[in-house]
């Protein structure tokens, strides 16, 4: 069964929550059957860099929405499963999706995605801004 190395884990989230941080984004990869911090970053584009065809991976990632007046930092929680990624893999991903969320538990709203298209900043953001303010349909997945 998939594991998952929650203090490692836990301290990549929170550079990301952390407003003072230059840590936007960190991912979530598959270490054999455990789940591990991977890489991290300050610019959105080069997390897109890390969904490949092949990969599957989990994301947090901080956005700030708003205008000059009112700033805010909306979370999401992206599961990338690359097209190449076999039936069994992306089976286990949704449940081992569980895990993560053992850690990563603010957000604004998760996205799975199989298409590069669907990662464009642009479309990440207006979703965050569709979703408002707190998330309170958690639960009926």
Do not use: H
């Amino acid at each position: 069964a998939t594991k998952i190395d929650k203090e490692a884990c836990r301290a990549a989230y929170n550079l990301v929550r952390d407003d003072c941080s230059a840590v936007i984004w960190v991912t979530f990869k598959y270490d054999g059957s455990t789940i591990v911090p991977g890489e991290q970053g300050a610019q959105y584009q080069d997390f897109i860099q890390q969904c490949t065809d092949d990969v599957r991976l989990f994301a947090f990632v901080r956005f700030t929405t708003g205008d000059a007046m009112s700033k805010r930092s909306k979370f999401a929680l992206i599961t990338w499963i690359g097209e190449n990624v076999s039936g069994l893999q992306r089976a286990k991903t949704g449940t081992d999706k569980t895990l993560v969320k053992e850690v990563v538990q603010n957000f604004a709203k998760e996205f799975v995605i199989s298409d590069r298209k669907e990662l464009e900043e642009d479309f990440i953001k207006s979703e965050l801004k569709k979703a408002g303010g707190a998330n309170y349909d958690a639960q009926t997945e």
